[in-house]
């Protein structure tokens, strides 16, 4: 972390004001919805200061609002981290364990006269906080005595009062340039079951006033967050300081993670999700680690775009190429090989046996030479990629064509003598092809070369399985604005392509459900475990071979 900016102010300030405690850095996800690749640049930078200073990490639930938070969430940000390789241990905490200290943190500031109950309406807080170039107005609840601010937020405690009739406020300046710190909103009333604690409260603290609480109980030392919380962090160091906390944490922030053509606010992720837009929150064209993970990504090609991105200062957008070439880079040395048919179009090799069957020795593409190589079998009729060959073909197309040759990947030389059309559509339905017995892979019993080397597999021993072709989620490269409501026209309608019936050489038979293989041309692809069934196979292409970012 040499080049980490946010890492040589802490060493700075460390320099000068050492804490004394350990390092201790946190992650407090709010589980109303599932972590996505920002989530994880925010983790590994909580993550990684933790273990270059020796110290611990955290990992908090942010769950005082019952009205968005569920289990189902909770369980899946533990999985997920975990996964991702930035595993807490035993320390993983819950903010509605903090409920009762947080309450008599409230009741602290109250009785030092620096908090009030406050009944006026959301419509008429709006109204009285002011703009950006206009000041606030006291609210007239401010002057509450003590004891009368005491017995209504005990009262609020008891469930006496409606949802959103009354609030708890710190009182801190209506007129401060600082629109968060005007007197802002720290407990407000909600009836509803939480998920922990059912019903043993129907008052919930703010995150910006239990925050900083939670840190200081748990012996946090910066509080690291993301550039919109900037604005908060006077707030943050008001409430530590109001409640007398000795060495408080610090807050201190980094740039947020954007990527191009990829949404990743939570708030359109759930639009996308509950307007049916994808598959569930672990659709694989989502940038959610669940979608991510459903795709077939890899934890290391993760940790390792972060790795790559570096420290960010402000708000930055990173061309989505850079993950896709981290997890080609990850990919190519563990992932075994196949042939597959995607589009298959059917050949018939006359002057080969009809019951005539081989099988043929074919090394994996991989520079890991422990995947070694394979037996494929091959036999008379075989079926090619459709767009391997073409009747007409422009100048440069390598593959095969009418009174062409081409090599059969690990096998031998084919020419193709005739094309068979469905003589209703004209669509070719069959070629008919010839080999050359002295141009088997690996005899070197001829020195003829051709241009092109085209994949195949064996009609009568191809595995078959859907396959599922994905592309960019949105139409638009940058990240989605705030413009609500519009995702039928913003979603790419070919950002997923379902491909049945395509076929794959039979090793596909062992690929194991988290074995990532590449097939020739296509790219590298991974069982969709849950759409397979016993009946029906489904593949999921993690990402092309193409490496646009590479190219650069």
Known sequence: MDDNALYKLICDELETNEFNREMCTRFPPEPNGFL???????????????????????LRLDDTNPLKEDITYVNAIIEDI??????????????????????????????????????????????????LTEPGKNSPYRERS???????????KKGIYPNASKVLRAKIDMHSP?????????????????????????????????????????????????LEFRDHRPLYEWVLHELEVPEPPRQREFGRLNLTGVVTSKRFLRQLVEG??????????????????????????????IDEIGSIRSYSTVDISLLDHCLRQDLKDQSVSLMAVIQPLKVVITNYPEDGLEW?????????????????????????????????????????????????????????EEVVKDPVTGDITELRCTYDPLTKSGTGFTDRKVKGTIQWVSADHAVTA????????????????????????????????????????????????????????????HVDSKNTTVDRLVVNRIVPLKDSWNKR
């Open 36 to 58: 996505h690749i920002g989530s994880a640049y925010a983790i590994h930078t909580n993550y990684m200061m933790a273990k270059e200073f020796n110290g611990t990490f955290h």
């Open 82 to 131: 975990k996964w991702l390789g930035y595993d807490p241990g035993e320390h993983i905490y819950y903010g509605s364990d903090y409920s009762e200290e947080i309450y008599q943190a409230a009741i602290t500031l109250i009785k030092r006269g620096k908090a009030y109950v406050c009944d006026l309406s959301p419509e008429e807080m709006r109204d009285y906080r002011g703009t």
């Open 146 to 156: 003590i004891e009368e601010n005491l017995e209504l937020f005990r009262n609020m």
């Open 178 to 226: 600082n629109l968060t710190l005007r007197d802002p909103v720290i407990y407000r009333i909600i009836h509803a079951t939480h998920y922990r604690t059912g019903h043993a409260w129907c008052i919930y603290p703010m995150y910006d006033f239990a925050h900083p609480i939670q840190d200081a109980m748990e012996g946090i030392t910066y509080s690291l967050c993301s």
């Open 276 to 305: 049916g837009f994808v598959d569930g929150w672990d659709d694989p064209r989502l940038p959610t680690i669940q979608g991510l993970r459903r795709r077939g990504f890899t934890p290391s090609s993760i940790r390792n775009f």
């Open 360 to 416: 043929l020795s074919i090394e994996n593409n991989t520079q890991n030479e422990s995947l070694g190589k394979r037996e494929v079998p091959f036999t008379r009729t075989i079926y090619i990629e459709r767009d391997d060959f073409m009747e007409d073909p422009p100048k440069g197309f390598h593959r095969l064509t009418l009174h062409g040759e081409v090599r059969l990947k690990g096998a031998y030389f084919i020419r193709c």
């Open 466 to 525: 859907d396959v599922h072709l994905y592309d960019r989620l949105l139409l638009e490269q940058e990240e989605a604005s705030d413009d609500e409501g519009d995702w039928a026209h913003r979603v790419n309608p070919a950002s997923l392509v379902a491909v049945q019936d395509a076929l794959f050489e039979p090793s596909m038979k062992h690929i194991q459900p988290d074995q990532k293989f590449q097939c020739f041309r296509h790219g590298y692809f």
